[in-house]
């Protein structure tokens, strides 16, 4: 009998293993984690690049960096992965990352099958063009053009279909796949989030103009799980922080510091968790 006690009452005592809740049955939980995946993007710089070493950069790195540090995990213990806009619901479900630091915009059909913390930021979305194309200055000018975007984004339908523009759509795996047909002159304009379109402008000074004529507001969300309400409340907490001690404007200025963009270093309004 003794024997059997002391065994259940190590069982409710025990920690629980890394990225799970301490509860039986309960939902896993990014708080307590040992180790963490994100998933981020692999093709956008300024935002998530992977590096020729095989590492990722950018700003979405950072601030992943930044919570996973709040969460108790070190930089050597966060693994990330590459996801497209596409696979972002579907690795979060299936559980392949813990969190997705992607250029995650929050919106009422994804919330309903994952959860989000944030927005870390809120970007507007804009337009690319060619350096020598004179009759884009704005939303409106894109009727009767080709309009280019990463598949499982939603910025080119934006325009077609909620500002009821005659476009046309063409899509490629990723956003770095639309650049080069867009200097080609296959397609006429890559219109997605001004951060994205920053980066890469700023590798194609000479190819390319941002219209700078921003007509969406973009909320940058922190992909986890949707039953996951206690990560998400403590990914917030980490989120203010961040602005708070001044790390937010430390990141804006390192990765968009020379943009010419008009970047926002106050806390955003974030969406709430559950």
């Known amino acids: 009998m003794k024997r059997t006690a002391a065994l259940l009452l190590a069982l409710a005592t025990a920690p629980a293993a890394a990225g799970c809740s301490a509860a039986l049955g309960a ?12 998933g981020v993007k692999p093709d956008q710089p300024g935002l998530g690049l992977r590096t020729g070493e095989g590492r990722f950069e950018g700003f979405d790195v950072d601030v992943a960096l930044y919570v996973a540090g709040h969460l108790g995990v070190a930089e050597e213990d966060v693994r990330f992965t590459a996801v497209t806009s596409a696979q972002r619901e579907e690795v979060l479900a299936s559980g392949d990352v813990d969190l997705v630091f992607a250029t995650y915009s929050i919106t009422e059909e994804r919330k309903s099958v994952v959860g989000f913390g944030g927005p870390y930021y809120v970007a507007h979305q804009d337009i690319l063009v060619r350096a020598d194309e004179e009759g884009v200055e704005g939303v409106r000018d894109l009727e009767g053009r080709t309009l280019c975007q990463g598949e499982g984004s939603n910025s080119a339908d934006r325009v077609i279909r909620e500002k009821g523009i005659a476009a046309e759509l063409h899509e490629e795996p990723a956003y770095g796949d639309c650049i080069a047909p867009l200097l080609e002159g296959e397609v006429d304009a890559v219109t997605t989030d001004d951060l994205i379109l920053a980066g890469y ?46 790390t937010a404007e430390k990141l804006l200025g390192r990765w968009f510091g020379d943009t010419g963009l008009d970047l926002v270093t106050s806390v955003p309004q974030f969406v709430g968790c559950g």
């Open 201 to 246: 402008l700023a590798e194609e000074p000479e190819g390319l103009r941002l219209v700078n004529a921003p007509f969406t507001d973009e909320q940058y969300g922190v992909g986890i799980a949707l039953e996951d309400v206690a990560g998400c409340e403590e990914v917030n907490r980490a989120l203010t922080l961040m602005y708070q001690d001044g």
């Open 27 to 38: 939902p896993a939980s990014v708080t307590g984690a040992d180790t963490l995946v994100i």
